[in-house]
Nanobody, 122 residues
Framework: QVQLREFGGGSVQSGESLRLSCEASGHTSSTYCMAWFRQVPGEERERVAG???????SYAYSVQGRFTISRDNAKNTLYLQMDGLKPEDSAMYYC????????????????WGQGTQVTVSS
């Protein structure tokens, strides 16, 4: 059973930084793709950043140059370093994962964490 737990959310001022962590259990991180999403109430969930098992990464245009996704395979943990935070980054942030072989074909993540809230005030 794959499980994800997110940590590191909080309330910060505009321009400050936060690092989110997502601890995974029940899978071998080297064969799974992982990603961070965020969602504001009443809006669609947005894919913020993703990391393939081959190390390639991708980012939403709105966070390019400010956010960095990384993974520690030994700890089975995914990170999202968020610098230069803006009020519009405020959202619930979710970690997601799926076997890369499945994700590359279906573009779907079937395993999700419970989320961690990020609030940025101006």
């Amino acid at each position: 059973q794959v499980q994800l737990r997110e940590f590191g959310g909080g309330s910060v001022q505009s321009g400050e930084s936060l690092r989110l962590s997502c601890e995974a259990s029940g899978h071998t991180s080297s064969t799974y793709c992982m990603a961070w999403f965020r969602q504001v109430p009443g809006e669609e969930r947005e894919r913020v950043a993703g990391r393939d098992s081959d190390g390639s990464t991708s980012y939403a245009y709105s966070v390019q140059g400010r956010f960095t996704i990384s993974r520690d395979n030994a700890k089975n943990t995914l990170y999202l370093q968020m610098d230069g935070l803006k009020p519009e980054d405020s959202a619930m942030y979710y970690c997601a994962t799926e076997r890369c072989s499945w994700y590359r074909q279906h573009r779907e993540y079937n395993y999700w964490g419970q989320g961690t809230q990020v609030t940025v005030s101006s």
